[in-house]
Each structure stands twice: as structure tokens, then as C-alpha cells.
């Protein structure tokens, strides 16, 4: 029988090609969409995952309040890790990362900055998944000036994998490899190529409990309940940091928790780390969850809007199979023998679609990493597991999209039918109407997120920071130079080539920040004390960067007084409560946590700039006039800039032959900043177009049918004297009827989700009007020139043929 409904199914396709064709192409194009963006969604939920016992690690975050500031970070102090091994029962192991930034390694004459190196102390391969292919990682990284190394570099540096127990040069001395490993699965949150023992840096063993530098994580026992030592984590801050507290700021911890300040620790699953954190000093840049709500979302949309196409299309065409149906019927079908003939043809379609849609689907694979940032491939992705379900979803898709065709053709009755009864054409379609309605709305919904997101990006670009990234050359790790940093700067500015400069690391687009301590008096307790960016700088700093005072003066080297003056932003300020405050005496320690606290005199005020995310509101800042060479910022003339950095890779080649001269543009290290965003727009925008296409596709067909049932009728009024423009006007009306009530719904809908979307903002875009009209106007204008081309094409027919056809 099977047999049969399947030879009747590819006839009645075939004898219907045009019917097929939109019908594939539709469900093909959104089968293909919905896999890619499957597949990106796979990828993202899949993140550290591959770690054995990744359902029992955790890694501790730190929430401070303290001084009117917040600070949410990942990293937490020195002697957290001892401390919760030692106090509970319930923890088998635990590991603490530096992050010291890049280092320079040097190969035969070659010097090469790695940007991907990290201090971890040995017992990171007792709590992650990173098997060894040489040497014994976890006993010899034990051990101060050891490393491991991955795979890629092993080869990269010496040529072979087995190199344990070499030496390998960095900037900073020798390093005994200890152990290869293989590389880091790019599904982890962290990617090294570099395993430092953190045994080599004195920070790690100096028992500093108010230092939070250290990324740490915990491997709990099995069967161990985490809500225990999630509960006695409380009790490490009253045991041990309330000593620190008190013994800095000569307050207890009950005081600064009445004064509204605490320090709390938390624990976060490993395996939500990827996708729900977005906190400071984070070992690698995170995505966030919502995108991948978004994504989901275009998926499922996109979907419904071809199934929609599919129930469409067939049951538009439903007068065409309606006197086969009665026939049946006479003849002695039963209804539920035509169901399953129909829904056979359903998934004839939706499995050609599939055969289409993975071909669609590998062939726009690598433009869509391109797009995502992502490495795709079609053989990780496509295991038998998921290709059974890919088989059983299209048949799952089949079954649901040509359910509603299935049981409305089947319930035709015999004798209607026969009898010409069957009430046709495109207005008796209450149901057909509600689907275009709805596909319709779903793809202004997705126009009108997708402008909402370009336009707060532009927004952005265009917002006055409060400094001036364009033409800033950033040339970086120009501490490698050493004693020659200040001899480059100079170097530079002599050339000619550059309008201002300033060395600092601390610029508004790094990720170089320093938060301390500052008192109002030198009594230096909890009472009197606030927490802010203490970061740096020259006195070329305000100059280069564009920035502009609010009250004061800048920073200047004939003003020998000026080693112990400060500059605040309003930020600042306003958490100082001053209304006054150049002049004004602010006390710090002078040579970190501990140390003597020095008074400082406040010299000037800045206006706020940002320097971080603008999803964040501008933080305080304290600019301290001293030397920081990390970085030099050079302010470029306006024009073609690659004869000035020719002329600085120069000077560098002086100065340091044997390094390599590393630089970037501020504007694009601020567009980096937003490159998830940009990601979402790009992919929004595509899938938008996509979803309009595969809607538009369906409206063409809805057209051509609504045509051909009344071609009669066109007939007869042509021989009365109506116009083509007339008739066009006729068929399009009901139409465009439709798109516009689905444009009226799809609106609030909208506006309410990208309004919840832009407050992550703290400064954000309005939604113009002019989002929606053009919305409007573009759906509008596309939705007549795909009903016009049937409509006119119908009304230009000869009546004499039409007529006669009847």
C-alpha cells in the first residue's frame, strides 16, 4: 500500500512542478537555515563539556561592594584554593590561574610575542581534561620555572611533539618543558598554548587575602552537595579575609557591612561559565545566552514559515484536487487512506527538502563561520546520532506541515464536490489568511529586530566617548624595551610624524585596569575610604587621547610638585561627593596593598570617558601622574597613515632589532569591544532577508492560485471594460490587506522585545518611528511586487482564452 501512496505522491508532484518547486525550495531554505543556526547553537551549549568531570567543577566568583563601586569578577586571592581544600571535606582538588598577559619567547634569532600563556598550578590536570601526549605535566609543573605546552607549539618552536624535558627562552628567562598536551578543545572556555608554573611568580605564596588576581576552581568530590560549601563560604570571609579588613583598614567586616559594603563568594558551574558569565577578568571572552535565545528563536521562526508556505500553498490548491477527492471517495477511499496519501506527498517534499537542505546548508557552511566566528564542520557536526534525528525531524516536519492539507482535503464531501459546491477561492480561506498573517508577522518581528541592533551599534560608533579614537596608533608591550621606552616616545615625537603621544597602558579601549583604594583624610579606616580606577599616566595622556577638563588643569612637567598630583573624572568626583574638589588632599598607598598611605592633591577634574562596555555606566577614575610603559599611543595626522608607521616600525628596529614591533588603531579596538553585537546583527540581517524570502515565496504562490481560481471572472470583466490596472488592483487588495493587519500585530511585539534587549545598555538608542514605517514601507513594497507579477500577468491574459478554458 505504502508502495502505491508513493508512486501516486511523486506523480501528483510531478504533474504539479511549479507547486513543487516553491514548495521544495521553501522548505529546503528553511531547513538550511534552521541547521546552521542548529549547528552554532550545538557548538555554544557544548562549551567544556569535554571534560570528564565537568558536572563537578566550579569556579569561584567574587562579588565586591566596597567605596561606593561594584566590582563582579572571576578571580579571587591567593590562598582561597589551600584554604577550601584544608576546610572542606567535600573538595578532592583545586586550581589557581594568572593571568599575566603575553610573554616573548624566543626561537633560534626570532623573537615572538604569545599572547595565549597562562600560570596554573599543577593540579590543573587532576581537575580538567587535558590529556598528555609527552612528559608528566602535573608532576613536573610542580615545580617553579616549568612549563607545558601544547601540542601546536611543540611543533611550532622545535618541529616534533616529544620535547619534554627541553628548554625553552622567554623574555623572562629559561622555562624546562615538563609536558606536551594536546591542544586545548576550542569548546573550552580557555584556550593556552602556554602552562606556566605558577610556582615561578612570589605573588602566588604571599597569603594576600584582599588581592583578588587569581582565576580558581574546584573539583568537589563525588556525590558531594555543593550547596555545602556554597553555605561555608560565608564563613571563609569572617574567618579569614575580616582579619585582612581589619588589619588595612582598621575597621572590622561588621563595619563596612554597615556601611552597605561586603565581599561574598560564589560558585559557578563549569559548564555555565561560556554562557552566563560576563564578569571582569573572565580567561577568555564569553558568549552570552541571550544570543543564543536569539538564534533558537530565528531557527523556530524561520521553520514555521516555510511549514506555513507548505499548509498554504497545498490547501490554496485544494479546488484543483478537490473532484480527485470525490472521486476517490465514490470509488470507495476511505478518508484515512487519503490522509496517509497526502501526508505521504508531505514528506516526499520535506525529504527532498532535506536532501536539499544539507546541500544548501555545506555549501553556505563556510560562509556562515565567517559570519558566526565560529569553526564549523559538517563531519564533527553530522554524527549518526544527529543525522537520525535530522531524518526524523524532516518526517516529524513533513507530518505537521501537511497535517492540516491532509485532513481538510480528505474531509471534502463527494457529492459538493461533484456537484461544483466546493466553495473556492482566496477569500473563503479563514485559515490560509491566519497563516500569512502570521508569517508575514514574523518576518517584520525579525526586519525590526535586525534594525534595532544596527542601530544601536551605530549609536555607539558615533557617541561621543568622551575621548577621540580616531587616527591613535597603539603600539604595544613597549616594555620590552626597558630602559629605551622613554628613548622611543621621545624618538617619535622628534620624527615629526605624530601631532601627540603618550605612554600608558591604561587606555579606555585595553583591558589593562587597576582598582585601589583612596582615602578623604589620612585616618585611612572604612569610614573615609571609596574604591576606584587608579591608573598611570603622563601628561600627554589628555592631549593625545582628545579629552577634555572639566575644572583644573592637566599634569605638567615643569611643575616638579606635580610627581604627587592627581586627576579625577566626574565620575569620581560625584563618589567623592565634592562640588569643589581641585585642591582638595586625597590619601592612597603608595606602593600597594599595606603600604605607607601618601597624600595626593587633586589638580584638575576630566570629563567622564568610557572605558568599558558602553552596556556599563562610566566608573570613577583616579589619573596619577606616573610613568606606566606598557603600551604608547601615538596621535596620527589625518590621511594615509602607513608612511608614519613605516617611519615608527623604524625607529622600533632601532631600538630593539630583534623584537617585533606589535601595534593596533584604537577605533578598532573599540569596535572589537562589540563584536557579539556585531555578529548578531550581521547573522539577524541575514536570516531576515532569508525569512522575507521564504515568505514572499509563498505569497508568489498563494498569488498564482488566487489568479487561476478566478480566471473566469477576470475573463468576464475584461469583456466589460475593466482595466489591467483595475484587475490588478483586484487580485492584490486582499493581499496586501493581509501583510498590513500582520505588520499592526508583529509591532508591539517587537518593540517590547528589542526594549528589553537595549536596556543591557546603560546608554542605548531610541526606537524611532522611522524603524517602523520603513519597516512598513518595505514589507508593503515587497509584498506588491510579488503579488503584481502574478496579478498583472493574470489581467493580460486574452479573455477569449480564459473564457473558452472556463
Known amino acids: 500500500m505504502f508502495r502505491n501512496y508513493l508512486k501516486i505522491a511523486v506523480r501528483s508532484l510531478w504533474k504539479n512542478k511549479s507547486f513543487s518547486a516553491l514548495n521544495i525550495a521553501g522548505l529546503a531554505m528553511g531547513l538550511a537555515a534552521c541547521l546552521l543556526i542548529l549547528l552554532y547553537v550545538k557548538d555554544e551549549l557544548s562549551y567544556d563539556k569535554f571534560n570528564k568531570n565537568a558536572n563537578r567543577i566550579y569556579r569561584v566568583d567574587t562579588d565586591i561592594r566596597f567605596g561606593g563601586s561594584d566590582f563582579k569578577i572571576a578571580t579571587a586571592p591567593d590562598p582561597l584554593a ?127 587575602w584582599l588581592g583578588h588576581n587569581f582565576n580558581t576552581y574546584i573539583l568537589l568530590k563525588p556525590g558531594s552537595d555543593v550547596e555545602v560549601v556554597r553555605a561555608g563560604l560565608r564563613g571563609i570571609v569572617t574567618r579569614h579575609v575580616a582579619k585582612a579588613i581589619q588589619s588595612l583598614l582598621n575597621s572590622s567586616l561588621q563595619d563596612l557591612e554597615n556601611k552597605g559594603d561586603h565581599i561574598r563568594y560564589d560558585l559557578r558551574p563549569l559548564s555555565s561559565i561560556h554562557l552566563h558569565s560576563e564578569l571582569d577578568s573572565e580567561l577568555g571572552i564569553n558568549n552570552n545566552i541571550q ?24 490547501t490554496a490548491r485544494s479546488s484543483n484536487r478537490a473532484r480527485e477527492v470525490g472521486v476517490r471517495k465514490v470509488m470507495g477511499s476511505l478518508r484515512r487512506n487519503l490522509i496517509w496519501q497526502f501526508l505521504t506527498e508531505s514528506i516526499v517534499i520535506s525529504s527532498v527538502s532535506l536532501i536539499l537542505a544539507l546541500i544548501l546548508a555545506w555549501t ?16 564533527q557536526q553530522l554524527t549518526p546520532g544527529v543525522t537520525g534525528s535530522l531524518i526524523g525531524f524532516s518526517i516529524l516536519v513533513g507530518i505537521l506541515a501537511g497535517s492540516y492539507p491532509a485532513f481538510f482535503l480528505s474531509s471534502f464531501q463527494p457529492i459538493k464536490v461533484l456537484k461544483g459546491k466546493l466553495a473556492a477561492g482566496f477569500k473563503t480561506g479563514w485559515m490560509r489568511n491566519s497563516l500569512v498573517v502570521f508569517q508575514f508577522g514574523i518576518s517584520i518581528f525579525l526586519i525590526v529586530g535586525t534594525v534595532v541592533i544596527y542601530n544601536q551599534l551605530n549609536f555607539i560608533r558615533n557617541k561621543k566617548a568622551g575621548f ?82 572639566a575644572a583644573g588643569r592637566n599634569f605638567s612637567r615643569d611643575l616638579p610638585t606635580d610627581s604627587s598630583a592627581i586627576i579625577l573624572n566626574e565620575a569620581a568626583v560625584k563618589l567623592l561627593g565634592y562640588t569643589d574638589p581641585v585642591g582638595k588632599v586625597l590619601f592612597m598607598p603608595n606602593g600597594g596593598f599595606g603600604s605607607r598611605n601618601s597624600p595626593y592633591t587633586i589638580v584638575g577634574v576630566v570629563k567622564d570617558f568610557n572605558y568599558n562596555s558602553m552596556r556599563e555606566a562610566v566608573g570613577p577614575v583616579l589619573l596619577q601622574n606616573k610613568l606606566e610603559e606598557s603600551s604608547l599611543a601615538v596621535r596620527l595626522p589625518a590621511g594615509n597613515p602607513n608612511q608614519a608607521i613605516e617611519k615608527i616600525r623604524d625607529i622600533w628596529k632601532g631600538l630593539a632589532p630583534q623584537q617585533p614591533l606589535r601595534f593596533s588603531f584604537m577605533d578598532e579596538d573599540f569596535n572589537r569591544i562589540y563584536e557579539a553585537e556585531q555578529r548578531t546583527g550581521k547573522i539577524s540581517l541575514a536570516f531576515s532577508l532569508l525569512a522575507v524570502l521564504i515568505a514572499c515565496l509563498g505569497l508568489f504562490g498563494l498569488a498564482a492560485y488566487a489568479a487561476e481560481q478566478r480566471t473566469k471572472e477576470i475573463g468576464i470583466r475584461k469583456v466589460l471594460g475593466a482595466s489591467v490596472t483595475g484587475i490588478v488592483q483586484m487580485l492584490s487588495k486582499d493581499f496586501l490587506k493581509l501583510v498590513i493587519l500582520a505588520t499592526l500585530i508583529a509591532f508591539p511585539f517587537a518593540w517590547w522585545a528589542m526594549d528589553r534587549w537595549l536596556q543591557h545598555f546603560a546608554y542605548r538608542s531610541d526606537i524611532s518611528w522611522w524603524i517602523f514605517a520603513g519597516t512598513a514601507g518595505i514589507t508593503l513594497m515587497i509584498a506588491i511586487l510579488t503579488v503584481s507579477f502574478q496579478a498583472i500577468r493574470a489581467a493580460l491574459l486574452n479573455p477569449v482564452k480564459s473564457l473558452r478554458n472556463e
Open 82 to 208: 589551600r584554604t577550601l581544600v584544608e576546610e572542606f571535606p567535600q573538595i578532592e582538588a583545586a586550581v589557581r590561574f594568572r593571568n599575566n598577559g603575553n610573554l616573548q619567547f624566543r626561537k633560534g634569532q626570532e623573537n615572538i610575542m604569545e599572547d595565549h600563556v597562562i600560570y596554573a598550578d599543577a593540579s590543573l590536570f587532576k581537575i580538567f581534561t587535558l590529556p598528555a601526549i609527552d612528559g608528566n605535566p602535573e608532576q613536573g609543573l610542580s615545580q617553579p620555572n616549568t612549563v607545558v605546552i601544547t601540542e601546536s607549539m611543540a611543533n611550532k618552536y622545535f618541529g616534533k611533539k616529544e620535547v619534554a624535558g627541553q628548554f625553552i627562552e622567554t623574555a623572562n628567562g629559561n622555562l624546562k618543558i615538563v609536558g606536551v598536551i594536546k591542544d586545548v578543545p576550542k569548546s573550552s572556555h580557555f584556550n593556552f598554548d602556554f602552562f606556566v608554573s605558577l610556582e615561578t611568580l612570589e605573588e602566588s605564596r604571599r597569603n594576600h
Open 364 to 379: 553556505f557552511l563556510p560562509w556562515f563561520n565567517q559570519l558566526s566566528g565560529k569553526e564549523l564542520l559538517f563531519s
Open 291 to 314: 544570543y543564543v535565545y536569539i538564534f533558537s528563536a530565528v531557527a523556530l521562526f524561520i521553520l514555521l514559515i516555510a511549514c506555513v508556505n507548505f499548509m498554504n500553498l497545498s
Open 468 to 549: 577621540n579614537r580616531e587616527q591613535v596608533l597603539v603600539v604595544n608591550d613597549t616594555q620590552i624595551l626597558g630602559k629605551n621606552s622613554k628613548l622611543f616616545k621621545e624618538e617619535v615625537l622628534r620624527s615629526g610624524i605624530a601631532k601627540n603621544v603618550t605612554m600608558s597602558g591604561y587606555l579606555p579601549t585595553s583591558t589593562y585596569r587597576n582598582s585601589d583604594v583612596v582615602f578623604k583624610d589620612a585616618t585611612a579606616n572604612a569610614a573615609n575610604s571609596v574604591s576606584m580606577q587608579i591608573w598611570d599616566v603622563d601628561d600627554d595622556y589628555i592631549p593625545t587621547l582628545g579629552m577634555e577638563m
